[in-house]
């Protein structure tokens, strides 16, 4: 009876808990929304998800951005509403998604990579951000990440400035897909000055950290090539499908996006080109520098191989009285001089040679 007790605690504890935490998470998203037209501009931060679904009949443009993507309920009551297809909601959770585009017809469906670059770390940072297009609203899914690239479209919508607040929701989406984009090319300017610095280094300081330097713009360029190479397709996608979502006016945008990307990709490809060079450099000029060493050596080698066979043959100290044979030169008064003469004579004679050769 009281391990029967002690079981129910625990379960009433662990449901306690768990809802305990489903809290917090719900506490952590935050959700921002902006309703607008050509006249008019709501802004507001939704203190539940259940502030969202005012918006889905108005004939307004209607941009809700999540920031947290662990809460499913709010995930799901918010689909629910604006009829998103379950599907989709199971690739915004999960976070290795490959950017793509799927038309599900009540809505479009398109996931793509937003990059920062870590100046602390050295690194290259990823998010995945996920856009829902439907009639007159797009609902953007992000990380629970401090800041992101879209600030400068908030401003716009605040402003009036462009022509976003005379667009239709595919217009707001056209945006959000720009921003992303050109961040990449922020990243790929910080990148080239990092590749400029390391071609400096090459050839001054060719050495491990100017390897692991090589080796980690490598990574990164691949990595970057992964999340920017799928956007062809992604755009492709949007400009080729027949949903009326997509407007006719709104295709040249996105076609400009897709000159973008081909853009990006080029100066990656240059990039890649440019780290593969320098590394056939820095392994040049290690070989190099290896051969010069073993140049050195070897001549050191070749001078003292004459002095050693010399000082080997009088090391013999031969002196056979007996057998009526001696060698001669072991008697002579002068003879260590001289043979240190000869010595001094072959070593100066080789090295003149050797300079005449251009051997170093």
């Known amino acids: ?14 449901i306690h808990s768990a809802f305990e935490e ?24 939704a203190a539940n998800v259940e502030d969202c679904f005012p918006f889905k009949n108005k004939p307004t443009v209607t941009w809700i951005n999540i920031d947290g993507i662990h809460c499913t309920d709010i995930l799901e009551k918010l689909s629910a509403h604006y009829q ?19 038309d599900f017809g009540d809505c479009i469906y398109i996931t793509a990579k937003m990059l920062s670059f870590d100046d602390a770390r050295n690194d290259i940072l990823d998010e995945q951000v996920s856009i829902v297009l439907g009639d007159n609203f797009v609902i953007t899914f992000q990380e629970e990440k401090p800041g992101d690239g879209f600030d400068v479209i908030r401003q716009k919508i605040r402003l009036g400035k462009g022509r976003i607040r005379r667009m239709k929701a595919d217009y707001l989406v056209y945006s959000l897909l720009d921003a992303i984009i050109d961040n990449y090319f922020v990243i790929l300017e910080r990148l080239g000055e990092r590749i400029e610095q390391i071609e400096e280094s090459v050839v001054l300081t060719p050495d491990t950290k100017v390897l692991n330097t090589i080796n980690r713009m490598k990574r990164h360029l691949i990595f970057l090539r992964k999340s920017v190479w799928p956007l ?4 492709r996608t949007v400009t080729q499908t027949e949903s009326p979502l997509i407007n006719e006016q ?11 990307v081909i853009q990006a990709l080029d100066t990656i490809e240059a990039f890649r080109e440019t780290v593969a060079g320098m590394l056939d450099i820095y392994l040049s000029t290690l070989s190099h520098r290896l051969n010069e060493v073993m140049k050195v050596l070897t001549i050191i080698a070749t001078i003292f191989m004459p002095l050693t066979f010399i000082a080997g043959i009088y090391g013999m100290n031969f002196n056979t009285q007996a057998s009526g044979f001696n060698m001669p030169e072991l008697n002579w008064p002068f003879g260590y001089f001289i043979i240190l003469a000869v010595m001094v004579g072959i070593v100066s004679g080789m090295v003149i040679f050797f300079r005449k050769k251009g051997w170093f």
């Open 84 to 102: 998103v297809h379950h599907l989709v909601l199971e690739d915004i959770q999960n976070l290795n998604q490959r950017p793509k585009a799927e």
């Open 250 to 260: 709104s295709l040249a945008y996105f076609r400009d996006i897709s000159d973008h």
């Open 22 to 45: 489903e809290s917090l998470k719900a506490d952590r998203v935050k959700i921002t929304v902006f309703d607008y037209d050509e006249m008019n501009c709501i802004e507001k931060v």
């Open 1 to 14: 009876m009281t391990k029967l007790i002690k079981k129910r605690r625990n379960a009433r504890t662990e």
């Open 232 to 235: 062809r397709e992604v755009v």
